[in-house]
């Protein structure tokens, strides 16, 4: 039966279509112009445009600011609303929700877009201390052991050698002063004092030689790690649970669905750090989203990856991730519940996916993710977050230094009172 009705003979069919970005939208349908601004409806108006073509039906358009929800009487809005009227055969490609399919038939899936959180992998140094990194536990127990090793050697050495002669610039045999060469060895500082014959020599030396080179090779190490992304957040829950702000764009499906999401850890992130309470919401504009630093923002594929095509240098496009949040159907052609021109329409939409046209539509309208080169090198300044292992442990030495300061003061004020006192017992007595 279908087969032989294709020839509508222009019988007037209405597209309601969704415009959410500008009016301009309306003057640049079927060109390639402003491909940013409202990429679903021309997409969705595109492939309905040959299915009304193929079946000899007059189009006429219906514009309107939203796909349709429910308000708070139950009455439904936008393009949902035109179609429960008969104002409307077609709509823009929706998502699916159980009140929608009540109210429409899902017709065909003509295209596909997508929506989800799409973030630079933060650096490295922001989620893990760069500085204990270079090298893995057992070289560093093999350090900690190599190092011991030689101080115990030099405390045996040095006290040879005081009880054979001594020396200003000598090890006197304690273990102050071993202790004291180690640290100059360890951090590359040198001692004055050293041993003076040739066993205690040769330990320092391969002392120092040793620990030169781990020195360059965790100083290489530190560079590379300063400039490396972390890829340690994969899942919902590590993006929760990382420093990474979050954000959305102000659309109002963003705001429909993220309300609607019953996942608990799903419901934390929107109540977290999305819409956290007594706060003004993180909706943003697409632009606003994109530019913004270390920030996961929600926003649909297509006109976000079109502005950081447009905007991102090319060493910004080579870390970016995306995660999916709503966890949705890909997206429907909506139309009118029991339509009599339903199953042309499904045959017309089958054969435009068949015949290649759909997917020559898609590749003309939509943008895959950028693809950095790789070869570009830039200078990147190293910030405080990068040091801040290394400041947070100054700090420590210093308060540390302080702490050893006082006890050395009261030492010595207890030493000079025990010696007053035994000076004043002598005279005593």
């Known amino acids: 039966m279908s087969l032989r009705r294709m020839d509508l003979r222009l019988q007037p069919l209405t597209m309601v279509m969704v415009i959410t970005d500008s009016n301009e939208t309306l003057q640049h349908l079927d060109d390639r112009l402003n491909l940013n601004q409202d990429s679903i409806s021309k997409m969705s108006y595109n492939v309905v445009k040959v299915c009304f073509d193929w079946l000899n039906a007059s189009e006429r358009r219906l514009f309107t600011h939203t796909w349709g929800y ?21 709509g823009t490609i929706a998502l699916f929700t159980e009140d929608r399919m009540k109210a429409v038939d ?38 900690l052991l190599c190092v011991l090793a030689c101080a115990a050697f030099l405390f045996i050495t040095s006290k040879w050698e005081a009880s054979v002669s001594m020396h200003p610039l000598q090890l006197n045999g304690t273990w102050a002063d071993v202790l004291i060469l180690i640290i100059g060895a ?3 500082q040198g001692c004055n004092l050293e ?3 040739a066993a205690g020599r040769c330990v320092t030396l391969l002392l ?3 620990l030169t080179i781990l020195y360059a090779a965790y100083s290489a190490n530190i560079v590379v790690l300063l400039r490396a992304p972390s ?12 420093p990474i702000k979050l954000g959305a764009s102000d659309f109002e499906y963003n705001r429909y669905f993220f309300n609607k999401v019953n996942d ?27 530019e913004k630093g270390l920030f996961a923002f929600h926003m649909e594929l297509n006109p976000g990856y079109r502005l950081i095509q447009e905007t991102f240098l090319e060493e910004e496009k080579c870390d970016l991730v995306e995660m999916e949040y709503l966890n949705e159907i890909a ?3 909506p139309g009118q519940k029991r339509s009599p021109y339903k199953d042309l329409f499904k045959i017309g939409f089958t054969k435009i996916r068949e015949t290649g046209i759909q997917a020559n539509i898609y590749q003309r309208l939509q943008v895959s993710k950028p693809r950095c080169s790789g070869s570009t090198s830039t200078f990147s300044s190293v910030g405080i977050t990068d040091m801040w292992p290394a400041v947070i442990a100054t700090l420590y030495g210093m308060l540390a230094s302080i702490g050893v300061l006082i006890l050395e003061l009261m030492y010595k004020k207890a030493m000079t009172l025990r010696d007053s006192r035994k000076e004043l017992i002598r005279q005593q007595y």
């Open 70 to 90: 429910k308000d708070k009487d139950g009455n439904w809005q936008g393009m949902i609303d035109h179609m429960l009227k008969k104002e409307g055969d077609l």
């Open 106 to 143: 899902y017709i065909s899936m003509i295209g596909s877009t997508a929506v989800r959180f799409v973030f630079r992998e933060p650096p490295l140094a922001l989620m893990e201390n760069i500085f204990a990194l270079p090298f893995t536990a057992a070289v560093w127990l093999a350090v």
């Open 186 to 188: 360890v951090l590359q």
């Open 195 to 197: 041993p003076r014959y």
């Open 208 to 210: 120092f030689v040793a």
């Open 231 to 242: 890829s340690s957040v994969k899942t919902l829950p590590d993006l929760l649970n990382s």
């Open 264 to 290: 608990p850890i799903r419901k934390e992130i929107y109540n977290k750090k999305i819409a956290p309470k007594g706060k003004k919401p993180n909706f943003y504009s697409m632009k606003e989203g994109i």
């Open 331 to 333: 997206p429907w052609l």
